[in-house]
């Protein structure tokens, strides 16, 4: 089965305290049964969730399915109130979004 092209690109985990729900595991199952290409964890101020994420992501890949790309993000509120959602395209952008937080 060819996945869609559709890629989630703010999804809080339960890493996110009083938002979000699910496990980083449960968000990567959801994901592939779904069909999505990617899935982006970005939890508030945090990457806590994308380890679990990974390892979710890999397990479905040593079972022979097919498995969302993770994207790695974090979601910041500023100051005046608006949400501002980070991903991370690369390594350096890996490395300065955790410089951030």
């Given at each position: 089965m060819k996945l869609p092209d559709y890629a989630e690109l703010h999804c809080l985990s339960n890493f996110s305290f009083l938002r979000g729900a699910s496990t980083p595991a449960e968000l990567v199952a959801q994901a592939q049964q779904r069909g999505y290409r990617a899935l982006?964890?970005?939890?508030?101020?945090s990457l806590a969730g994308i380890v679990q994420a990974w390892q979710a992501?890999?397990?479905l890949i040593k079972a022979g399915r097919e498995?969302?790309?993770?994207?790695?993000?974090?979601e910041f509120r500023l100051?005046?109130?608006l949400r501002l959602v980070l991903l991370a395209c690369n390594r350096e952008g890996?490395?300065?979004?955790?410089?951030?937080?």
């Open positions: 982006a964890i970005t939890d508030e101020c992501q890999q397990a498995a969302p790309q993770l994207i790695i993000g974090s100051a005046c109130g890996y490395g300065n979004l955790s410089a951030l937080i």
